[in-house]
């Protein structure tokens, strides 16, 4: 007989946790050179903080039946293990006494046992979204099952094109308008549930395929944000009805060789330059790298530097929409015509191969003085300068959204495992049956539920305008687990794990990704979260 979940202790221990880590926020601030001195530090407690904020999300989800608390209670054991495990031998490094959690011990010692785990392992959880988000995730989820998921194996095997199908089938769906305001030709019309209909799209396309699913209808949604942070109301009414339909298939060109994580030093310029018919606009040069879809894209999204004083930093960057043909997926040179008219603009893309996350394929993009009417820079005058916001304007969605597909690739290798060790035998007895097993499939199940529910909670904040520093840890927290997730369910597999017969190792490839691309993990816990906890704290 397992323990029945207990929510006040559950509660408690979210509480003793969330003042252990309140104490090592205020040490790591007090320490001369903060985060940028003591990274190691600075770098655990935004994890604990991401792991703290996840259970507290969940308090609510436990209330609504006994699975759900059962889950709750057994993530919450979790969190507190993986924090004493960064406090144990560096107490003052942390700024706490010895056994800060020992008024938890019991409660992990009953929510952390092999026994209370393993009986979990069937136990995936409600998922309770509103009856009209039940209706999005049903209607994306079979979309994926019948069109995206036959074409996942052979992309991922042979390194092929997002085939055309999944586009304009999403397109008809309207994947790629559920951030565009509906005055726009988009869905968005606001309320609460608006971030949470694209989390529940992103999570049943990733499962299908991260590759070909959920990664695509990132493209457009980045561009989407920052126009309508900052666009003009004719960029507004020009592009958003394109990006809506996938009329203009969009990618985003931020990242350089030199600079990845820190935007604010890019070197690729801008010029101002008349067009070939006398218009005016910009031209462009230099390098960017790790530009997803950038072959097939019909336009790149593109940062560049307007202000020749590199002193600016972050305040001379702009964003421009940059126009393009549709190039070779292995590779592309292309030149610039303008009205039947030669620029002398020139661009090149070399593909970057990659060991997972294939079919939307990355390149490095050199352009030499590729032009761009002065209408495409977005916000126009008053929006020079303004380029690295409303980029973050579309990163800070896109952080909610990398989390959603992370929880797509997690609950994939959930069903799969869960599967294969009902099915696969060993001495006469099904695998499922083994108490070990069966505490990995436990832990995957919880670590996935969590990580989903978390994503509904951040998703409901940023409808109301806040959770900024939750997308970072939402994004954090669940690619991280998400490694973990699906190396667990390919070790289930076995031997067959490690093959290309089973989907599980396509999973486990593309799982690595997560933790580096929408901002790298490292740069997102010391740039980002640990210095939002800071001024939090101070402003407390």
């Keep these: 007989m397992t323990a029945m979940p207990d929510l006040p202790a559950a509660a408690d221990a979210i509480d003793l946790a969330d003042r252990v880590v309140g104490k090592a926020v205020r040490r790591l601030a007090s320490l001369d050179g903060g985060p940028d001195e003591h990274q190691v530090l600075a770098y655990e407690i935004a994890h604990a903080a991401a792991g703290v904020a996840t259970a507290k999300s969940l308090i609510d989800y436990g209330n609504k039946g006994e699975v759900e608390g059962k889950i709750t209670c057994a993530f919450t054991a979790d969190m507190v293990h993986e924090l004493s495990s960064k406090i144990l031998g560096r107490e003052d490094d942390w700024g706490v006494e010895r056994d800060a959690l020992a008024n938890a011990h019991a409660f992990m010692t ?3 046992s092999a026994e209370f785990l393993a009986s979990l392992a069937g136990t995936a959880g409600p998922l309770h979204l509103s009856s009209d988000m039940e209706m999005v995730a049903d209607t994306f989820d079979a979309f994926a099952q019948n069109v995206i998921a036959p074409h996942a194996e052979h992309v991922h095997r042979t390194n092929a094109d997002v085939p055309e199908e999944i586009i304009t089938g999403m397109a008809e769906l309207g994947a790629f308008g559920l951030s565009v305001p509906v005055e726009y030709g988009g869905y968005s019309e606001g309320g609460d549930e608006e971030y949470i209909a694209m989390v529940a799209a992103t999570e049943a396309l990733s499962k299908a395929s991260l590759g070909i699913g959920g990664s695509l209808i990132t493209r457009p949604e980045i561009l989407t944000r920052a126009l309508v942070k900052g666009g003009t109301e004719e960029q507004k009414k020009k592009w958003l009805p394109l990006l809506a339909t996938a009329e203009v298939m969009p990618a985003v060109a931020v990242t350089e060789p030199d600079y990845g994580s820190d935007v604010a030093g890019i070197k690729v310029m801008a010029t101002r330059a008349d067009g070939p018919n006398g ?3 910009w031209v462009i040069n230099g390098v960017k790298t790790w530009c997803t879809f950038g072959a097939r894209a019909d336009a790149l999204t593109l940062l560049a530097r307007t202000d020749p ?29 303008i009205d039947g008219v030669a620029t002398g603009g020139k661009m090149d893309g070399s593909p970057i191969d990659t060991i997972g996350y294939r079919g939307m394929h990355s390149y490095e993009i050199a352009l030499e003085d590729w032009w761009v009417p002065a209408e495409n820079q977005i916000g126009m005058e008053e929006g020079l300068g303004k380029g690295f916001y409303y980029q973050m304007a579309g990163f800070e969605n896109g952080r909610l959204q990398t989390a959603a597909r992370a929880v797509g690739v997690m609950q994939a290798a959930y069903e799969q495992a869960l599967d294969y060790a009902e099915n696969r035998k060993v001495f006469g007895t099904a695998i499922s049956e083994y108490q070990l097993i069966q505490a990995k499939l436990g832990r995957i199940a919880v670590l996935t539920q969590a990580g989903r529910q978390f994503s509904y909670a951040v998703a409901t904040l940023m409808a109301k305008g806040a959770g900024q520093m939750e997308a970072s840890m939402v994004k954090a927290y669940v690619c991280k687990a998400a490694e973990w997730v699906t190396r667990e369910a390919m070790q289930i597999h076995g031997g067959m794990g490690y093959a290309e017969e089973f989907p599980v190792s396509r999973l486990f490839v593309d799982a690595r990704v997560l933790s580096i691309f929408e901002g790298a993990d490292e740069t997102l816990c010391l740039k980002v979260i640990a210095r939002q906890l800071i001024s939090a704290s101070n402003a407390a």
């Excluded at 960057?317 to 126009?323: G, K, Q």
């Design 309 to 337: 004083d590199r002193s600016k930093t972050h305040r001379g960057l702009s964003l421009f929409i940059v126009p393009k043909p549709r190039g070779d997926a292995h590779g592309f040179k292309l030149t610039q015509e």
């Design 110 to 112: 009953t929510y952390r």
């Design 279 to 281: 218009e005016p606009g």
